[in-house]
């Protein structure tokens, strides 16, 4: 099968040809695409070289699929070419999240909606895919009525420069800046842009992504999204409101069972959820499992995962692996 990656020199691009690989995907030729400053510059792939593309060679070559992670400038004008030419898009921006044209998956939730006239497939945001793989499986058993986050997210969500800018103050060196306050040693309640009201788009990403995933828009959703001087992974505080009560060791049970899920709940052994356990690794991480004494059928939890992995590059790699398997590319 031909791949296409789409922003292939990027932080995320990186990412998604090192899953390609791990995982094995039927590649039978990888093609690295970018914009004109980057043709010609070389990536690596399964131990080979090859060459970056631009757009219009790499709708030529004619990939089975295209994986982009290039921002939502770029998906917003190339996607709709790239599916023209009957190549099944897997975009990896905003772009296309909230348009209801669209699918917005995440396979272990809804991965069965995609049919074959899908060719523009939405990748959720990273914080999102993360919080809805462990709320799906508890909002089948016990109906989800509202959830409150509070997300402490890796400066690599923004991109090199974050993390460039992160160990440049580190290191007491004078460099580029990405945030409008110093990072290192310090908490940003501000991600992506503020809205007239009062939340940023990340928070509302959160927010509308939760119901469109889940495909239910009962569930409230409520939330803070913050940038913290990590890398490796975004964490988030999730309280939980439920229509029906629930055991504890039920829903430890539920979440166990749940592929994609691992459950770090010892606290007595110091064993929960961080990001430094959970970078580079593809599953959901969930601890710190606990009732909310305040309010009646209510749940605390912990939830960790790594945002390049599981939060963009494995989710958008798991949504070609369902395609291909299921003949729909």
């Not at 239910?216 to 964490?235: C, F, K, M």
Request: charge should be neutral; hydrophobic fraction near 40%.
């Amino acid at each position: 099968m031909k791949v296409a990656v789409v922003g292939a020199t990027g932080l995320v691009g990186g990412e998604i040809l090192k899953v390609l690989a791990e995982r094995n995907f039927p590649v039978s030729e990888i093609i690295p695409v970018a914009s004109e400053r980057s043709i010609g510059k070389k990536i690596s792939f399964k131990g080979k070289e090859f060459a970056v593309v631009g757009y219009e060679t790499a709708i030529a070559m004619k990939p089975n699929v295209a994986i982009f992670s290039a921002g939502g400038s770029s998906s917003l004008e190339m996607a709709p070419k790239f599916a023209a030419a009957g190549i099944t898009v897997v975009d990896n921006s905003s772009a296309w999240r909230m348009d209801p044209t669209k699918k917005l998956v995440v396979p272990e939730i809804n991965a069965n909606t995609l049919t074959s006239e899908d060719k523009i497939i939405a990748n959720p945001n990273c914080s999102t895919i993360q919080m809805v793989v462990v709320l799906n499986p508890l909002h089948k058993k016990y109906k989800i009525k509202r959830v409150v986050v509070s997300t402490y997210q890796s400066v690599t969500g923004t991109g090199k420069a974050a993390v460039d800018q992160l160990f440049d103050e580190r290191a007491g060196k004078d460099g580029a800046k990405v945030y409008p306050h110093k990072i290192d040693l310090n908490v940003l309640p501000h991600i992506d842009v503020f809205l007239e009201n009062g939340y940023t788009k990340e928070e509302m990403k959160m927010i509308l992504e939760t119901k469109k995933i889940m495909m239910d828009e009962s569930i409230q959703v409520t939330a803070t999204t913050v940038r913290i001087p990590t890398i490796g992974g975004h964490s988030e505080a999730v309280n939980i409101e439920f229509e029906n009560d629930f055991d504890l060791a039920e829903v430890r049970a539920i979440l166990e069972k749940e592929e994609g899920i691992i459950v770090q709940d010892d606290p007595k052994n110091f064993i929960y959820p961080m990001p430094i356990t959970a970078h580079g690794k593809d599953e959901v991480f969930v601890g710190r499992i606990r009732r909310d004494e305040s309010q009646k059928n209510t749940l605390n939890v912990w939830i960790v995962a790594d945002n390049l992995r599981k939060g963009a590059a494995t989710n958008a790699v798991q949504i070609a692996e369902y395609l291909a398997a299921h003949n729909l590319i």
